[in-house]
């Protein structure tokens, strides 16, 4: 098994080429990096997502122990060390012929799906030959282990709240912002916005298993010049407006992560935080789904459906997608 990530720095001298390698080529502005830079260096220059991972990865190994499935698991970032192309070789080394891969996005889209399939072209494409075959598991927005510790951490979240304010607190899930154009592709359903419609539908099925009828669905962390269009509300725009229309407190479900890295942490329980303490209103924010044990279950159910035949758990309608062989797309086009 390949557990594959995004990769953060693991002090202040690794910011600045870890940025490079996230955005080479996306024309990132100077101005942007500067600034998320800064937000690295508030934390010591180091993301805790490497940590989050090899705590997930920790689990994922006890769970399949108890299962008595004997898998091992590699590690292997997109932007940082260690980096795929490595890790792939290492495999190839061990004599490794077939993996499974384990992308830590829930989500349909570039930066959550393509983009890891890229990395496993890449990576294949690096090694050569002896290369293992590689298919990387779907997408799991809606099954409901997933969908049940992200409701639990939302309740959890509510029970934190002052109770003269937990009434009438307002749901608000977040997600990472992308391009309006970018979420414009079709999804392997032939219709667009398969990631945002993918958001709307995972925040669908938790405000719903919590029991809150009204929720709002915003975005966060939006990078790229100013010029191009992406997905808005921001949460901080968005806590100001709740605030306008007299909304006193509110629950933040980071559903769009799978673990507490930087943008939860900066975006977050800094700035969004911040925003709700200037406007004196409460706030809360839910916990995200990785460190929860149910997640490693998680984990190991998609590796069952491709070696037991399990069927996929999903409790939306949409269709499954993102699990394909050596990084060929989901769907012609996709
Ligand atoms: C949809 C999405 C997810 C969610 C998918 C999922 O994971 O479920 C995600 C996750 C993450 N994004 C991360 C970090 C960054 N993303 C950046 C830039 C960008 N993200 C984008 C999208 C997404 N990103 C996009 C369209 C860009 C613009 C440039 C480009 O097209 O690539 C930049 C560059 C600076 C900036 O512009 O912010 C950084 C540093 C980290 C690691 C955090 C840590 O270190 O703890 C994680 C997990
Ligand atoms: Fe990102």
């Not at 080429?17 to 101005?31: A, I, K, S």
Request: with cysteine; charged share 25%; proline share 7%.
């Amino acid at each position: 098994m390949l557990f594959l990530s995004f990769g953060g720095p693991e002090g202040p001298d690794e910011v600045r080429p870890f940025l490079e390698n996230v955005t080479r080529g996306r024309g990132v502005p100077p101005e942007r990096l500067d600034e998320v830079a800064e937000h690295y260096h508030h934390f010591g220059g180091v993301s805790p997502i490497n940590r989050l991972n090899k705590d997930i990865m920790a689990a994922l190994e006890a769970e399949l122990a108890a299962q008595d499935r004997e898998l091992p698991v590699y590690f292997g970032n997109r932007n940082w060390h260690p980096m795929v192309e490595k890790t792939v070789a290492k495999m190839a080394d061990d004599g490794v012929r077939r993996a499974l891969v384990f992308a830590t996005s829930a989500w349909g889209g570039y930066s959550g799906c393509k983009q890891y399939h890229e990395d496993i072209a890449r990576a294949r494409a690096a090694v050569g030959e002896r290369a293992p075959e590689l298919v990387k598991l779907r997408q799991f927005f809606d099954h409901p282990l997933f969908v049940e510790s992200n409701a639990d951490a939302v309740r959890r979240a509510f029970a934190e709240m002052d109770p003269a304010q937990r009434e009438q607190a307002r749901l608000v899930f977040t997600a990472h912002s992308i391009p309006v154009r970018a979420d414009g592709q079709e999804g392997p359903d032939g219709a667009p916005q398969w990631y945002s419609r993918q958001i709307a539908e995972a925040s669908r099925l938790v405000a719903e298993a919590v029991g809150e009828a009204d929720y709002d669905v915003v975005w966060q962390s939006r990078s790229g010049p100013p010029q191009v269009p992406w997905l808005e509300p921001d949460i901080c725009d968005h806590i100001e407006g709740l605030h306008a229309k007299g909304v006193q407190a509110v629950v933040v479900s980071p559903i769009g992560f799978v673990s507490d890295h930087l943008e939860v942490l900066w975006d977050l329980d800094n700035e969004a935080k911040d925003k709700a303490a200037e406007l004196d209103m409460g706030f809360a924010r839910a916990a995200t789904a990785g460190p929860d044990p149910r997640f490693a279950k998680l984990i190991v159910e998609l590796i069952a459906e491709h070696t037991d035949g399990v069927e996929p758990r999903k409790l939306s309608t949409m269709p499954a997608a993102g699990s394909t062989t050596n990084g060929e797309p989901c769907a012609p086009g996709c």
